[in-house]
T-cell receptor, first 113, second 113 residues
Framework: AQSVAQPEDQVNVAEGNPLTVKCTYS??????LFWYVQYPNRGLQFLLK??????LVKGSYGFEAEFNKSQTSFHLKKPSALVSDSALYFC???????????FGAGTTVTVRA | GAGVSQSPRYKVAKRGQDVALRCDPI?????LFWYQQALGQGPEFLTY????????KSGLPSDRFFAERPEGSVSTLKIQRTQQEDSAVYLC???????????FGSGTRLTVV
């Protein structure tokens, strides 16, 4: 079985401040990890993924995430948030032996000017 | 096409009506997935196709839900005798064989009244 937890329903930050969105996962094997962003009335847009290799993954729009195996975490980070980063963010996991993604419940990010 | 295309974008159905939702995946993508996203929730897996074969339909919530992909490209998700609890956004995703990148469509928002 595989699952994802996003412990924060909402994250609020001021523009220019660092942004962190937390994600922890559970899989029986090795994980493939993903972050997606969803704007209102839009589908899911891919931000970044961890498959193997370097634990620090860089993605689109200045986002990055760090894979931490011991803490089973894959937190999303951005050093300096923009108002346009305000959206709904989803973490997803896939076991290496599975094919379907399991998603967290999502975290709403609000960046105030 | 360049992305995953879903139609219609919005569908309002009267309770008891049958609906059909279409997904046009990226050309050549072997794998196709359907997800259901209820309001305020993360996407939940419904079903998975590899080419024309439906390999997993474990997420379909009832026998009123039926999906097909007869020629291994376009897929249709059909819901018979719609109920209010079927109201959700239905997302389609595709990916090439052997790759990790899932591309999502913009979804169909179904409202059952």
């Amino acid at each position: 079985a595989q699952s994802v937890a996003q412990p924060e329903d909402q994250v609020n930050v001021a523009e220019g401040n660092p942004l962190t969105v937390k994600c922890t996962y559970s899989v029986s094997g090795n994980p493939y990890l993903f972050w997606y962003v969803q704007y209102p009335n839009r589908g899911l847009q891919f931000l970044l993924k961890y498959i193997t290799g370097d634990n620090l993954v860089k993605g689109s729009y200045g986002f990055e995430a760090e894979f931490n195996k011991s803490q089973t975490s894959f937190h999303l980070k951005k050093p300096s948030a923009l108002v346009s980063d305000s959206a709904l963010y989803f973490c997803a996991v896939r076991d290496t032996h599975d094919y379907k993604l399991s998603f967290g419940a999502g975290t709403t990010v609000t960046v105030r000017a | 096409g360049a992305g995953v295309s879903q139609s219609p974008r919005y569908k309002v159905a009267k309770r008891g009506q049958d609906v059909a939702l279409r997904c046009d995946p990226i050309s050549g993508h072997v794998s196709l997935f359907w997800y259901q996203q209820a309001l305020g929730q993360g996407p939940e897996f419904l079903t998975y196709f590899q080419n024309e074969a439906q390999l997993d339909k474990s997420g379909l919530p009832s026998d009123r839900f039926f999906a097909e992909r007869p020629e291994g490209s376009v897929s249709t998700l059909k819901i018979q005798r719609t109920q209010q609890e079927d109201s959700a956004v239905y997302l389609c995703a595709s990916k090439p064989g052997g790759d990790y990148g899932y591309t999502f469509g913009s979804g169909t928002r179904l409202t059952v009244v």
